[in-house]
């Protein structure tokens, strides 16, 4: 009876707050991934570097498999300096076998990037914002799981023995494990006010419930964002879904914005001058894609739009390959004639003029693109097959 006391005035005194208070939030990709696609081919996360155990896939990041004494982590490589204030959202699993967790998984924001170390798989005396989600009771109180928050200057120590029950400034006990749909949580800063909520993971639209708040919470600015989780001596696997950050800037007047764009379209007109001087002092010069703005185009893309240049790009790739192949018999008798190349390139022409996209949505219709594809495929392989056959009997007579 106490607990739901405590609940309603808790969320009868923080939802009139942030009614009377408005903020502009954006969508900050730079320090954020979700599922499908979040990694790429070579197996990393853009703007992220995992250690340890950590392993990225099209789904979901495990940070640590299901084996005892496993540590991984993942740091946002970039600094967050596009707001001071910041709402993070993520979901994860947690799953195993028996009623006793695991070590625990950690969320981090700090004043820099973290290394493997021994709490919850990061480095011991950090600088900023810790939230763990405790699910092992090392002192035996039967307060755990948990999910706890902890301020550190960098010359603090993590208690293990006593779960840091006294070094954590708020915490709220939360059994996250083995849900059958993933966990979310999302963690507020504003205006030096923290805010931690979590879904209890039993369906898919499970809504957000209060955790933990506090007031007067004075974190680095730019600082890192950062996941880590351990094992321990326990059997317990654990998944990151997805991670979204956006910032959370109080709303400007309309003179604040009018001078905002005003100095904007001044930078504009700078960074535009000074690549044209430059242009002109160095025409040699060429211009190299770092793999962090080739990571941000690809962001950036739409998925349909994504879809149609890979498909533009091999289908460009099978025409030099046929172009090479139409080389290679280049002086023989029957090669001399161009209607044999003509005739193979017959596939090729076939798909590009079929109308592969929606005329209402200008997205790739999947039915029609597969059938082409395969009518393609099979056209190809039977014209390259009939063409090497011609040619062997032309030259044969030759």
């Not at 950090?126 to 009771?137: Q, T």
Request: proline letters at 4%.
């Amino acid at each position: 009876m106490l607990v739901i006391c405590v609940l309603e005035v808790f969320l009868s005194f923080v939802l009139p707050v942030l009614a009377q208070q408005k903020f502009v939030q954006k969508y900050l990709y730079k320090h954020s991934f979700y599922a499908p696609k979040l990694n790429l081919r070579t197996g990393r996360i853009p703007f992220w570097e995992l250690e340890g155990d950590a392993i990225a896939g099209p789904e979901l990041l495990r940070l640590v498999p299901s084996v005892k004494s496993k540590n991984g982590i993942a740091w946002n490589v970039r600094p967050l300096i596009e707001s001071q204030w910041w709402i993070v959202e993520f979901s994860f699993q947690i799953k195993g076998p028996g009623k006793i967790g695991a070590d625990g998984m950690a969320f981090w924001y700090t004043a820099y990037k973290g290394r493997l170390g021994k709490v919850f798989g990061c480095n011991d005396q950090w600088n900023g914002l810790a939230i763990f989600l405790d699910s092992y009771d090392n002192d035996g109180k039967g307060d755990n799981p948990l999910i706890g928050a902890m301020l550190n200057d960098g010359t603090k120590t993590f208690d293990h023995s006593s779960d840091g029950s006294q070094q954590l400034f708020a915490s709220c006990k939360n059994d996250y494990r083995n849900r059958p749909f993933p966990v979310k949580v999302r963690v507020e800063y504003r205006e030096n006010n923290l805010f931690v909520s979590v879904t209890d993971g039993l369906s898919p639209q499970s809504p957000f419930q209060a955790c933990l708040s506090a007031s007067n919470v004075f974190l680095p600015v730019n600082g890192y964002f950062g996941l880590s989780a351990a094992t321990g001596g326990m059997l317990y696997g654990f998944r990151s879904h997805s991670r979204i950050c956006y910032n959370a800037k109080t709303q400007i007047t309309d003179e604040q914005r009018r001078k905002q764009l005003e100095e904007f379209e001044r930078k504009v007109k700078e960074f535009e001058t000074a690549k044209e001087k430059f242009k002109a002092e160095h025409p040699q010069a060429k211009h190299e894609i770092s793999s962090d703005e080739e990571d941000e185009s690809r962001q950036e893309e739409d998925q349909s739009v994504r879809h149609l240049r890979l498909i533009l790009e091999s289908q460009n790739n099978m025409r030099l390959a046929i172009e090479r192949f139409g080389n290679i018999s280049k002086g023989k008798g029957f090669a001399k004639s161009h209607f044999a190349y003509q005739y193979i390139q017959f596939p090729y022409i076939l798909l590009q003029a079929l109308p592969l996209t929606n005329s209402e949505s200008h997205c790739l219709n999947p039915t029609l693109f597969g059938i082409a594809l395969t009518v393609q495929s099979f056209l190809l392989i039977a014209m390259i097959y009939f063409r090497y056959a011609v040619l062997r009997i032309y030259n044969f007579f030759d």
